[in-house]
T-cell receptor, first 110, second 113 residues
């Protein structure tokens, strides 16, 4: 499975849009991209998932270019409660195995 | 709503003890996973199981073993706990279908003295 690389940390202010980019250069044809959110002392929670182009749900958008070597999680108008660690993962479409990267710690300031 | 439960939230053990961490899911998922999470290292896959009695090593299986006797239950075993196994342990489950969401348990924080 492809390893992922994302920024270690990011700061933002309430009401801003936050974009977190992840690179996954060795992604395979059947692999998919998933983002999880984790708060302290809790297990990760699913945010969004995609294979290519753009996916949007009530929480976030996911942009995946045609070569699929990177992806960008977009959080619109963040609030203080969005302060968390965000993980970009590549999952195997064959086995369901997921590999987590180090995650991006997002700090939202008032 | 999917539920993944872990037997303990906090556990304190001594070096050399045998430790069992239990995970149970109630959604009839085929795949189950054990991760450990350490500061600065993110989540690392220890083992996963894609069916009863089936298992596959993850990235860091050394010092661990697993057991999957029933579909809903996946156990992580530390045969002889060591201090470097102090960590947060997270269990997850998912269906076998491609691109399915993993559901995580609340985690077990293990301290080995």
């Amino acid at each position: 499975l492809a390893k992922t690389t994302q920024p270690i940390s990011m700061d933002s202010y309430e009401g801003q849009e936050v974009n977190i980019t992840c690179s996954h250069n060795n992604i395979a044809t059947n692999d998919y991209i998933t983002w999880y959110q984790q708060f302290p002392s809790q297990g990760p929670r699913f945010i969004i998932q995609g294979y290519k182009t753009k996916v949007t749900n009530e929480v976030a958008s996911l942009f995946i270019p045609a070569d699929r070597k990177s992806s960008t999680l977009s959080l619109p108008r963040v609030s203080l409660s969005d302060t968390a660690v965000y993980y970009c993962l590549v999952g195997s479409g064959n086995t369901g195995k997921l590999i987590f990267g180090q995650g991006t710690t997002l700090q939202v300031k008032p | 709503d999917v539920k993944v439960t872990q037997s303990s939230r906090y556990l304190v053990k001594r070096t050399g003890e045998k430790v069992f961490l239990e995970c149970v899911q109630d959604m009839d998922h085929e795949n189950m996973f054990w991760y450990r999470q350490d500061p600065g290292l993110g989540l690392r896959l220890i083992y996963f199981s894609y069916d009863v009695k089936m298992k596959e090593k993850g990235d860091i299986p050394e010092g661990y073993s697993v057991s999957r006797e029933k579909k809903e239950r996946f156990s992580l075993i530390l045969e002889s706990a060591s201090t470097n196994q102090t960590s947060m342990y997270l269990c997850a489950s998912t269906t076998r279908a491609p691109a399915e969401t993993q559901y995580f348990g609340p985690g077990t924080r293990l301290l080995v003295l």
